[in-house]
């Protein structure tokens, strides 16, 4: 078994993606999935109690056809989130018109939007772009599909991967969209991968729950998780034998893989982001513990300020070390700043040069070392600066 690349088509699907004058400033805003036959179809959704329509459309759709779908649709530019039941309404003729452009029954269709929160739907856009992508489907379709879920994106986020699993290769098609109100919870932002491999749905399940663990639900943008999160994987079962065991295990690892791909991706087109800071913890006393500080320091206004201005504030890193709710000792404390060494034992160590410390965080890149002294666990968030350009994009985002 082995990863490779892969082309950028996956055997038993067809993509579009158009434009249906939903987005105010142009672009495609309307995409579709259609897969030959049945595919497996395994989903993970927003934590957020505050649920859109079409998500709550799609864990219902999933649950009655038991993890099987003939296709997906999503829209950008408007969420249908807090819309009533005209919203639920909504996404439900979403689901109705792709079904009626792809030959399936509307309870095969998983529905997606992302945008503006709180806007009713302009639908007789959204009809006729759901009736034009349907007419473009195609095997090639992909980047447009992976274009048409964009908001405040500054680029398409695509990722393949080959998996070789007993002469035969399987291909692995991912994309994300996502540059703020991103944090984790289950899922994070729209996420779609679509596989050839067969497996059934009960297995399918489990890839993605584990796959989001160590890399969608390990960043943060802003701290706020979506309305509209979706993750969902669809497997038309066109290659090689079905999936169990170690092969099973090493296609999660493969989706995992991609995942983290697409996870990075996503950080680095974030909304005003200039620097991506890999935050670890190690000498934690669980793996929970090291998970809670390593997101409040992920998460902190004041660190991800620190990180925008390049300044080595190391106080407001301890501080929100201290405010992540878990039992620590701050005298066993050690921080270092990429090679920099900043505290030793809960105190500025000997010799600190904050010039150096300074200079790594005018790198786009670097990382972030926290050793809590306190046992042998460890855990890892990937975390970026507050720009002024991340307040101005969202303080003009509805208009």
């Known amino acids: 078994m082995s990863f490779e690349a892969s082309a950028v088509t996956c055997k038993g699907f067809r993509f579009a993606g158009v434009a249906a004058g939903i987005k105010k400033k142009g672009g495609l805003d309307v995409g579709v999935i259609a897969a030959d036959a049945p595919a497996a179809v395994a989903a993970v959704f927003t934590g957020n109690r505050v649920k859109a329509a079409p998500v709550r459309l799609s864990m219902a759709a999933l649950r009655a056809a038991r993890g099987r779908a003939r296709a997906l649709v999503v829209n950008s530019g408007n969420a249908n989130a807090c819309t009533g039941r005209q919203g639920a309404a909504d996404a439900r003729a979403m689901a109705a018109a792709t079904a009626r452009a792809v030959g399936a029954r509307p309870g095969e269709v998983l529905v997606a939007s992302t945008g503006v929160i709180g806007e009713p739907l302009p639908m ?34 695509t990722a393949r991967r080959s998996l070789r699993v007993g002469g035969h290769p399987l291909t692995l098609l991912g994309c994300t969209k996502g540059a703020g109100m991103i944090a984790p919870n289950m899922a994070t932002t729209l996420t779609f991968v679509v596989t050839d491999a067969r497996v059934a749905p009960a297995a399918l399940a489990r890839a993605p729950r584990a796959a989001v663990t160590p890399t969608f639900n390990a960043i943060a943008v802003d701290g706020d998780t979506s309305t509209n999160d979706m993750l969902a994987v669809m497997a038309s079962g066109q290659t090689g034998p079905a999936l169990a065991g170690k092969t099973l295990a090493a296609f999660t690892a493969a989706l995992t893989e991609l995942c983290a791909d697409l996870a990075t991706q996503l950080m680095r087109d974030g909304e005003g982001v ?5 935050v670890r913890v190690r000498g934690a006393a669980s793996a929970r513990a090291a998970h809670a500080v390593a997101r409040r320091v992920a998460t902190s206004p004041l660190v991800k300020t620190a990180i925008a201005g390049g300044d080595p504030n190391w106080g407001r890193i301890l501080c ?49 070392t926290i050793d809590l002294g306190a046992g042998s666990a460890s855990a890892s968030f990937l975390a970026c600066d507050l720009s002024h350009e991340y307040v101005s994009i969202n303080a003009d985002y509805r208009s």
């Open 124 to 157: 007789a856009r959204v009809q006729a772009g759901i009736a034009a992508a349907g007419a473009a489907l195609t095997t090639g379709g992909w980047d447009d599909f992976a274009r048409a879920i964009l908001t405040t994106d500054r680029q398409a986020k």
């Open 320 to 368: 929100a070390v201290g405010n992540a709710g878990i039992a620590l000792d701050p005298d066993r404390v050690g921080l270092a700043i990429g090679d920099v060494v900043v505290v030793r034992r809960g105190a500025r160590a000997p010799g600190y040069d904050e010039a150096r410390a300074a200079a790594v965080m005018q790198a786009p890149t670097y990382a972030v």
């Open 274 to 278: 200039h620097h991506v800071v890999t």
